[in-house]
């Protein structure tokens, strides 16, 4: 794709190419503006990244989607981009306390009193999302409590037992690429509410990872892009945000400077302090961006000639105690070959190790779920988020402790012309691609209203 020019002026510019920016693009161009999209890196998509493993077409950020995310369905229809169901056919496996077991449920076959305990802590944590208003969290009558302690913490003092503790830390690391110790209990609740209960978003069948995209999720901003033309212009890495006396707000980049209306800002809330805006915002913006970082999350595939596990009577499913990879799933494209296992890795021991020990890692941790056939690949790639130089970080921010109640009222409050997006900010499906679109979405109609009615 290639990038366009930058013009002097247009109606909005909107910094950041991933799914929030583009939608919230073409969303404003559909409402009659001219926009201009600011996109840092050399590619658009921003936390969706499509690569291939023994051609076939994977996934190193963003991958899966399930019911309720209408946004992104919906919106992947219109472009033309299918999706098929994310293979879940015979048994799982887990790695736990050095045995291997199969079991074919959401939650693994434990022991009696384990599974008991699991299903304990599922009703106690969906009691307390009840009480959570997913909008304003902050206003919610046990905000502070709860923000006043980590989800750890919070499993500790409802008597949670090792092994629920353990499972509920495999879950941190592949929702927020973070332990349970890191993450705020308010905010742990607000996300998985906002997802619409744990199971709707830990299973695969009528679950967050029923479906996904044989193409790759990248083709879908890919696809946006190629709608709005040379209005996305890449390489264009915004450094400063000026307003005027007039109203007006001039955006400077590697590219150029560019004037316009409003300004949209799509990117992380941790991006933003990169960002000089001047005259500089109220405080509590900047401190916002300083206590919302992002998680660390890395991926490994490893492809091979046939999904010799399904011969096996295995889905691919996997979860593990044992690092580096905790959690698999088969992204194949059929029972012909190649067979691709897809492994999300524990960024802490994964990503300071040099390419060649990473594979070694991830094989090792594939090889210990499916056995000695998965250390001999015919291919491999790994993609670790939390080192990459531009915009580090992944899969969405691990909100510590009181964050939420001290500056989320100003996570997308607008301020003199400059709206906020980007998945953190939405309300449904947080931290996934449907959010993402539909926060864009919102922040385009507060830009529409904003500018019929200056």
């Not at 304003?136 to 919070?154: I, K, V």
Request: aromatic share 8%.
């Amino acid at each position: 794709m290639a990038s366009g020019s930058l013009p002097s002026s247009t109606d909005v510019v909107v910094v950041g190419a991933g799914f929030a920016g583009l939608a919230a693009a073409r969303e404003l161009t559909r409402l009659g503006h001219d926009v201009v999209v600011l996109e840092g890196r050399d590619r658009v998509g921003g936390r969706s990244s499509t690569a291939t493993i023994a051609g076939v077409p994977v996934d190193l950020g963003g991958t899966f989607i399930g019911p309720t995310q209408d946004a992104v369905t919906e919106l992947a229809a219109e472009l033309g981009c299918e999706t098929v169901p994310t293979y879940s056919r015979g048994k799982n496996l887990i790695r736990w306390r050095g045995r291997v077991r199969s079991y074919r449920s959401t939650v693994p076959r434990l022991s009696i009193i384990e599974l008991l305990d699991v299903s304990r802590i599922q009703w106690r944590f969906e009691r307390v999302c009840r009480r959570v208003r997913v909008n304003e969290p902050w206003a919610s009558s046990n905000a502070y409590t709860l923000d006043g302690q980590t989800l750890d913490g919070w499993l500790k003092s409802v008597h949670a037992s090792a092994g629920t503790r353990d499972l509920m830390a495999i879950m941190s690391r592949v929702t927020w690429g973070a332990e349970p110790d890191a993450v705020s209990m308010l905010h742990a609740v607000r996300y998985v509410k906002a997802a619409g209960g744990l199971d709707r978003m830990l299973d695969v069948e009528g679950g967050a990872q029923q479906s996904r995209f044989p193409g790759g999720t990248q083709q879908i901003a890919v696809r946006m892009a190629e709608d709005l033309g040379s209005r996305v212009v890449l390489g264009a890495v915004v450094r400063r945000v000026e307003r005027h006396s007039d109203g007006s707000l001039t955006v400077t980049s590697d590219e150029g400077a560019v004037t316009a209306k409003a300004v949209v800002v799509a990117i992380p809330p941790e991006h933003r302090k990169a960002i000089a805006f001047l005259p500089e915002l109220p405080p509590e913006y900047g401190k916002l961006a300083q206590h919302w970082p992002q998680g660390k999350l890395s991926k490994a595939y490893a492809a091979y000639e046939t999904p010799f596990w399904r011969t096996k009577g295995l889905s691919g499913e996997a979860l593990s105690d044992e690092g580096p990879v905790f959690i698999t799933f088969d992204v194949s494209p059929g029972d012909d070959g190649p067979g691709v296992l897809l492994g999300f890795t524990d960024a802490r021991t994964f990503d300071p190790l040099p390419p060649e020990q990473r594979k070694k890692r991830a094989l090792t941790g594939f090889a210990a779920l499916f056995g000695d056939e998965a250390l001999t690949p015919i291919d491999h790639l790994d993609h670790c988020w939390g080192a990459e130089q531009f915009a580090p970080g992944g899969p969405t921010a691990a909100v510590p402790p009181g964050s939420w109640t001290t500056y989320g009222p100003w996570l997308r409050k607008p301020v003199d012309g400059i709206h906020w997006a980007g998945t953190e900010t939405a309300d449904t499906w947080t931290g996934f691609l449907d959010g993402a679109i539909r926060s864009g979405r919102r922040a385009a109609e507060e830009v529409h209203r904003a500018l019929a009615d200056p």
